[in-house]
């Protein structure tokens, strides 16, 4: 899922820090010249500066970004203009941990805004004009950031599912009249093979032709979905495990060195099965290239006696917008993997950085 404005996916990572960056410049210093200079300074501009660093974080992680502009507001009852400096990075932050975040952690993040708003009037509840205003505008900001996900996620869902309608109906139409005739004209020759091997003949021929029509048309058909990009050589053969270097040398030429390591003991597998491994890579070290503002990345492929297990990460800036892991390439993994029966791993790692974990079994598939 993304949540961005048009103006940002057409940004390189780096552009884009620099933009946050240059925001959060910005809006620290209105915040202190507006409000923060008329409080003691040391605390004033202690939460001045996590107000300006959440909207630098929020983007790549929403919770950490909501902490930081949760802090100034618990700094009030020293510096009570700390409240008025840190509503608009809260509401930032609750806009995208609502969009990006699993359910449970939104709930519980606006539940923790919604304390901070009463917090405000702490000690005695004296001064509680800023309680409902605060409230509203954390649950305003958090749903809002909520309907715009479910919209975009949506909007995504809808336009999968018609191009998945376009071509099964295209494919339904190739696939069924061409075995109809295949069919019947191998049941005919099966008649007359004995009597009439002319006519036998004749339906052999017949059947070829079916075949390579069919054939043709599904070429054309896959070569209308291919992006633009891939040019000609994306119509020649399809790619395996075995091209994994040829892979790891462009990836290098993008400004990626990618360490790959290939353990267990190589067999070979079906051609549906090592296509989708190979896609699972590149995809994985595509996401690497452009998001994750990293010079190296890791991949493992892992043969085991049962499945195949494959490994990208990196120690970049991890998840970018934290929502790559809605975003199309890794709905093709997705997909990939669901089609065998494996497993998907996909988000950032603890500390920094990004992985992608698929495991593919292998029985019942292994060439």
């Known amino acids: 899922m993304e949540i961005q404005a048009p103006l940002v996916t057409r940004l390189r990572p780096g552009q884009v820090l620099a933009l946050e960056a ?24 202690l939460g001045t500066l996590l107000s300006a660093l959440a909207i ?3 983007r790549r992680h929403p919770v950490w970004g909501f902490v930081n502009a949760l802090v100034p507001l618990a700094l009030m009852p020293a510096a009570s203009s700390l409240g008025f400096v840190a ?7 609750l806009f995208w941990v609502a969009g990006v975040c699993k359910r449970r952690t939104g709930l519980a993040v606006l539940a ?51 191009e998945r309608m376009r071509i099964a109906r295209e494919l339904h139409d190739i696939v069924a009249h061409s075995m109809s005739v295949i069919t ?11 009597e009439q091997p002319a006519e036998a003949r004749h339906a052999l021929a017949a059947i070829e032709a079916a075949g390579r029509q069919t054939l043709t048309e599904m070429r054309r058909l896959l070569g209308v979905l291919r992006s633009e990009q891939d040019g000609p050589a ?18 290098g030429r993008a400004g990626v060195r990618v360490r790959l390591t290939v353990t267990g003991e190589p067999v070979d597998l079906l051609a549906g099965i090592d296509l989708s491994a190979y896609r699972i890579v590149q995809e994985a070290l595509t996401n690497v290239v452009k998001h994750a503002a990293t010079g190296t990345a890791e991949a493992v492929v892992d043969y085991r006696p049962t499945e195949l297990a494959i490994r990208v990460t990196d120690s970049g800036s991890g ?37 992608v974990s698929a495991r593919l079994p292998l029985t019942g598939y292994v060439g």
Request: net charge neutral; glycine share 14%.
């Open 87 to 93: 509503v608009l990075p809260l509401c930032y932050a």
């Open 184 to 194: 019947v004209q191998a049941g005919y020759g099966h008649l007359v093979i004995d």
């Open 234 to 251: 994306a119509l020649g053969p399809a790619p395996g495990l075995s091209q994994l270097d040829q892979l790891i040398e462009q990836t």
């Open 319 to 355: 998840c970018p917008d934290g929502m790559v892991a809605n975003g199309h390439g890794l709905v093709g993994i997705r997909e990939r993997v669901t089609l065998y029966g494996g497993s998907l791993r996909a988000g950032p790692l603890p500390d920094r950085g990004f992985e």
């Open 56 to 58: 630098v974080l929020t």
């Open 112 to 162: 923790v805004a919604q304390l901070g708003a009463v917090a405000t009037g702490l000690p005695r509840f004296e001064h509680v004009g800023a309680i409902v205003p605060f409230a509203v505008m954390f649950t305003a900001a958090w749903v809002t950031g909520y309907v715009v996900a479910q919209q975009r996620r949506y909007g995504r869902e809808l336009v999968l599912q018609q």
């Open 22 to 45: 240059g925001l959060a410049a910005a809006y620290g210093g209105a915040a202190w010249v507006l409000f923060a200079h008329k409080d003691p300074h040391v605390v004033a501009l």
